[in-house]
């Protein structure tokens, strides 16, 4: 019998996870798992779980948006590789990006399916300076507050252009932050509006936000950085590389790395798997390659 940890936070999303409850647990009992649920009841409290809990399991499974996921594998990451359980994921949030990078089902018993009987593929995870973990995404910016605070449904109706032809029009009065970015032997020093650090090929519920040939377990981040418009010239290229998906320019730097540092003249605020990741002037990112094991 295989013992399972199973972290679910019944209140994401839709709070879909509260009428499949059952038939998942049955589901695991069947799979001849022998399972301890916790029920998560505040911020930070899958991470604590999974520290005191986690290393004691064989198969960790995590129902819940992609901040119970962040919670999760931040938790995992207070255990040596040896000691560390597979994960298993049951997407039950708004958005779920990291379920559509993966290409896990809607559906959850299916999903759940996988999280027991799927192939194990091992993953990068970021590293936001020293205690903090990312699954896809590290960001900055009034784009990715717009990103996540916009109803899924409405991003549907809209669809991606029309939802980016409705941000565009604000670029103009965006804040801009001076910021210098180190990676390989690149500097770079600019007034940025936006940047993602990412590893997805969905930001947001949108996939047509990042760079193509995305690879889950490459050890390299996709990173875009937007620069503060000049001109009305500015706005155009923009618009066109983030709607029209042409190639980068002079406004749009694109470009992957392991390894990246930034340094700010004021304190800019951070978006970690879409929740708030705090303000900082510094802060390295790393790419820990194929760090945990995920069933797919």
Not at 95 to 120: C, E, H, Q, W
Not at 150 to 176: C, D, F, W
């Amino acid at each position: 019998m295989k013992k399972m940890l199973f972290i679910c936070n019944p209140r994401s999303g839709k709070e879909r996870l509260r009428t499949k409850l059952l038939d998942i647990l049955d589901l695991f009992v069947k799979a001849d798992c022998e399972v301890t649920i916790h029920v998560t009841q505040s911020a930070g409290d899958a991470k604590h779980r999974v520290e005191e809990k986690g290393g004691g399991a064989e198969l960790l499974v995590c129902s819940g948006g992609d901040g119970t996921l962040n919670e999760v594998v931040s938790g995992m990451m207070a255990w040596s590789r040896e000691k560390r359980p597979q994960l298993g994921y049951i997407p039950a949030g708004s958005t779920n990006d990291f379920a559509a990078s993966l290409d896990l089902p809607k559906n959850m018993l299916r999903a759940a399916a996988i999280a027991v009987a799927g192939r194990p593929f091992a993953i990068d995870v970021g590293k936001f300076g020293d205690g903090r973990y990312f699954v896809y995404v590290a960001a900055f910016g009034a784009f990715t507050e717009v990103s996540y605070k916009t109803p899924q449904e409405t991003k549907n109706v809209l669809g991606h252009q029309a939802y980016m032809l409705e941000a565009v029009k604000r670029i103009a009065g965006l804040k801009s932050y001076r910021m210098k970015f180190f990676w390989d032997d690149q500097e770079l020093e600019e007034d940025f509006i936006l940047g993602m650090v990412t590893n997805t090929i969905s930001i947001g519920g949108f996939k047509g936000l990042v760079q193509p040939r995305v690879a889950l377990n490459d050890g390299e981040f996709e990173v875009m950085l937007v620069r503060k418009p000049r001109t009305p010239k500015d706005i155009q290229s923009i618009v066109s590389c983030l709607i029209n998906k042409d190639a980068e320019n002079d406004c749009v730097y694109m470009f992957r790395t392991s390894n990246l540092r930034m340094e700010s003249e004021e304190i800019v605020d951070w978006t970690l798997d879409g929740e708030y990741g705090g303000g900082v002037k510094e802060i390295c990112i790393e790419n820990l390659r194929e760090e945990i094991v995920v069933k797919r």
